[in-house]
């Protein structure tokens, strides 16, 4: 788990999916959340390799920033 300097910190899965994400183009896009307590960010959804923009705006929260 790395640690930022606000206090929060990214979970090792983050950092091993968004590699495979940027090095080897596993998947299309990967969504993101802080989680309630305001301590880690946590994966949220993952977009398989053949998705689509119009699914990525789908899973985007209307209300929330991410």
């Known amino acids: 788990m790395v640690s930022l300097s606000g206090g929060i910190s ?4 983050c950092i091993h999916e968004f590699t495979a994400l940027r090095m080897k183009r596993a998947h299309r896009f990967m969504i993101l959340k802080v989680n309630d307590d305001k301590t880690q960010i946590n994966i949220e ?9 119009a699914q990525f705006k ?3 929260p209307k ?4």
């Open 58 to 60: 789908e899973l985007m």
């Open 63 to 66: 209300d929330q920033g991410r």
């Open 45 to 53: 959804h993952i977009g398989a390799r053949d998705s689509t923009f």
């Open 10 to 13: 990214i979970a090792d899965e």
